[in-house]
């Protein structure tokens, strides 16, 4: 009977993962850059996953992710950006503005940036989770206070990186389904092909980080 209970619940829980975690579906290809949605549970937002193939080292897209200034260049509708607290060189926070269309209001987040290296795949971690609280709430603007952010780096031959991003948030506030749109298919897209440009700036092209092994 005890086994026959087990069975069921394991069997009920499969179900559930498998509800959960819905497969990815490819909604733009362009460039080389693959933009995937898929429906999350409780949450009327989509998550996305973009795949790429870089022409960089691991060193030089971690220097670029980790230059918050930078990120005016190429991160889709950023407005202003700023250092909140570098903790390590592996590690710190950043306070960021979103510029929106009118006559929806901006949006702000806070991120915390965290980089770790896998000592034998050598595969980079660069985890970006939003925090509600660590700036006070502006006027006029919508604070973003739930959102999970996640870059895997692969090495690759050939001075090559393959790069998985994920990213799943809440805007807050009331959003039109068309603009939500625009940043889940068109914003990952833009960003990258700009981020294909950053990484061949001088500032980067020979980067070399000490927390990371090539």
Not at 42 to 60: G, H, R, W
Not at 120 to 129: G, N, Q, S
Request: glycine fraction near 4%.
């Amino acid at each position: 009977m005890y086994k026959k209970i087990t069975l069921t619940l394991l069997f009920l829980l499969t179900l559930i993962i498998a509800k959960a975690e819905e497969p990815w579906s490819l909604s733009t290809n362009k460039e080389g850059i693959k933009v995937y949605t898929r429906h999350v549970p409780d949450s009327k937002i989509k998550a996305i996953k973009v795949e790429c193939t870089l022409n960089a080292t691991p060193a030089q897209l971690v220097a670029v992710l980790l230059d918050i200034n930078g990120s005016l260049d190429w991160v889709y509708h950023t407005k202003s950006v700023s250092l909140i607290k570098q903790v390590s060189p592996t590690e710190l926070y950043y306070y960021s503005e979103v510029n929106i269309p009118w006559p929806v209001h901006n949006r702000d987040f806070i991120a915390h940036i965290k980089v770790t290296q896998d000592p034998a795949t050598k595969v980079i971690t660069v985890d970006a989770p939003c925090l509600p609280d660590m700036v006070p709430v502006k006027d006029g603007i919508v604070r973003i206070e739930h959102s999970v952010g996640k870059w895997i780096i692969t090495p690759a031959d050939s001075g090559q990186v393959k790069v998985e991003y994920t990213l799943h948030l809440d805007p807050g506030g009331s959003v039109p389904a068309w603009l939500l749109n625009m940043f889940i298919t068109q914003g990952p897209t833009e960003s990258f092909k700009k981020l294909k440009v950053q990484l061949q700036k001088n500032t980067y092209k020979n980067a070399k980080l000490a927390y990371v092994t090539e």
